[in-house]
């Protein structure tokens, strides 16, 4: 039987032993480099020490994004979809927000964790903004009634801020219609700024039909998030369009690079909500 031969090595780097790998076993290769190279991408490298913020050092601040994950009851989709979409309808008709504040994206998840939806914010003006908002709902009766009426239709909601990475292609609205995927990562503390120098490289590489539709890392919330979103015409042109990326010189070379900075991570397909404003 045909087979792959690879040669294990511990932390050390002294060989240990051999194993056999099946045919047809997957691998990831690299484009090759300087001799040994190989070897750092298992271990995660330091990164020096810097008086500016990484959050500085990679994205505009002016421009937060909050996305809301809400875990809605398996019988309550529709009663939960109409209280989002009088959520936004308020939001809008003030005059006082609607400048300074928008809905980006509005989707309910189809492969993942199910009976979930996910909502994507705009604040322009940075925290100031999202303080007079906050402020703003807080005093509203129309919107605190707005609110209870979820409270009953949702099992949990968790808020995350966000600030999207400045290498990241602009972020433009989607005509119908079109399937997203949002891919999530836990980075180990203290890597943000070297996944970004990847990423800032490997973005290159999945720009070819324009998939690219938002990248993020958290400010608040859950800390040490990565969400990129990607905009896929369907399934299968999500499976052609990642077997492209892996056809590409240097896109293997990211991954190996950024793999090793990984705590978590998994993937969520999503499907516009008939008043999302990307379709």
């Known amino acids: 039987a045909k087979c792959q031969f690879a040669q294990k090595l511990d932390l050390r780097g002294f ?37 500016e913020s990484h959050s500085r050092m990679l994205s505009d601040k002016e421009i937060i994004y909050s996305l809301q994950t ?10 939960y979809l109409n209280n989002i979409k009088k959520t936004v309808d308020y939001i809008k008709a ?41 402020e703003f709902l807080g005093k509203s009766e129309e919107y605190q009634k707005i609110q209870e009426e979820q409270g009953k239709l949702v099992r949990s909601r ?3 801020y966000l600030l999207a990475f400045s290498y990241w292609p602009q972020i433009l609205l989607r005509d119908p219609k079109n399937i997203y995927e949002i891919r999530s990562y836990a980075l180990k503390p203290g890597t943000m700024i070297e996944w970004g120098n990847n990423w800032a490289r490997a973005i290159n590489h999945r720009q070819n039909n324009d998939e690219a539709f938002a990248g993020f890392f958290s400010q ?17 042109s999500r499976k052609l369009t990642r077997e492209s990326a892996w056809r590409s010189p240097g ?9 090793p900075l990984i705590r978590e991570m998994h993937c ?12």
């Open 15 to 51: 060989l240990t032993k051999a194993t056999i790998f099946p045919y047809g076993f997957r691998t990831i290769g690299t484009t090759p480099a300087k001799k040994d190279a190989w070897l750092s991408k298992i271990f995660v490298r330091k990164i020096e020490p810097t008086k």
């Open 70 to 79: 809400h875990n809605y009851r398996p019988d309550s989709k529709i009663p």
């Open 94 to 134: 003030q005059d006082s927000l609607s400048k300074k504040v928008e809905l980006v994206g509005s989707w309910t998840v189809n492969v993942g964790d199910q009976d979930q939806a996910l909502h994507l914010w705009k604040f322009t003006g940075g925290y100031e903004k999202i303080d007079a908002f906050n």
């Open 158 to 160: 968790h808020l995350q």
């Open 220 to 236: 608040i919330g859950r800390l040490y998030n990565v969400h990129h979103i990607w905009c896929y015409t369907n399934l299968n």
């Open 251 to 259: 896109w293997d070379e990211c991954v190996a690079y950024t793999v």
């Open 268 to 279: 969520r397909i999503m499907v516009p909500t008939d008043f999302s404003p990307t379709q």
